[in-house]
């Protein structure tokens, strides 16, 4: 047997693991995935336990000195090999509306970086929301170049772009995402007090929602509906000021 059909088996079935994390889950516990920025934070969430690990493109942006959405898209496979590389947990990478690439080409550079899982959202290059269709071809054709062997959560920017009747907004594209093969969908920014009626509106299809400082517990999310839980840059921009506070005291006392 060839090692490019081992290697493929090998990522097939760590993707099927990931999925696997999805279903089944009771109400109030969702999974919980850090989003880790580099190869530290990635073994510092596996070795507290975590099964998996949601990389956030605006975290690695920071940490590489970028604005977010401004990573190239070769820093940024990069930047998600060296965490898949630290770490035995599966790993899912945001890669935001895939650089432009190819859905075949952005299939080989996931699978060359290591990663059984994609975030891709629908926000198109000029800030404004793609056409939900033409959005679902694309997964469509992602799914296609992929097979089962990726975990494809589907972005859903309705409440980023404030668009009206956000609910009926993203319960439409989240459908269209979901039949094109998409395994998840994240209407990220979603109040909470929405989540009740976007799981009534999308059935079993797992919904991934965004953890808010201050915001309802992991538990309280489940409950309303969440069956993911992910951060985005949120975990780093603790850590940031935590760093910030140690310089300043550094500065100050002369010792640690």
Request: aromatic share 6%.
């Amino acid at each position: 047997m060839s090692g490019d059909v081992e290697v493929g088996r090998s990522w097939g079935a760590a993707a099927e693991t990931l999925r696997g994390l999805h279903r089944g889950r009771a109400a109030g516990d969702p999974l919980v995935l850090p989003g880790p920025w580099d190869a530290v934070s990635a073994r510092a969430f596996e070795a507290a336990g975590f099964p998996a690990l949601a990389t956030p493109s605006a975290g690695i942006a920071a940490s590489l000195g970028y604005e977010d959405g401004a990573t190239p898209a070769a820093e940024m496979f990069a930047a998600v090999a060296r965490i898949v590389r630290a770490v035995s947990v599966p790993v899912t990478a945001d890669l935001e509306g895939g650089y432009g690439l190819a859905a075949a080409e952005l299939v080989e550079r996931v699978r060359e970086s290591g990663a059984v899982g994609v975030n891709l959202e629908d926000t198109g290059p000029a800030g404004g929301l793609k056409d939900p269709r033409a959005h679902a071809e694309w997964l469509a054709e992602v799914r296609a170049a992929a097979g089962p062997g990726l975990f494809v959560n589907a972005r859903v920017d309705v409440y980023l772009r404030r668009a009206p009747e956000p609910v009926e907004a993203v319960v439409a594209r989240a459908l269209l995402y979901a039949e094109a093969g998409a395994d998840c969908v994240y209407p990220i920014a979603a109040p909470p007090a929405d989540l009740p009626a976007l799981r009534a509106a999308l059935g079993d299809l797992p919904v991934n929602t965004l953890a808010a400082q201050g915001g309802p517990t992991f538990a309280e999310l489940g409950e309303l509906g969440a069956t993911r839980i992910t951060f985005g840059d949120g975990l780093l921009l603790r850590v940031g000021a935590d760093v910030s506070a140690l310089a300043k005291n550094l500065r100050k006392t002369g010792t640690l």
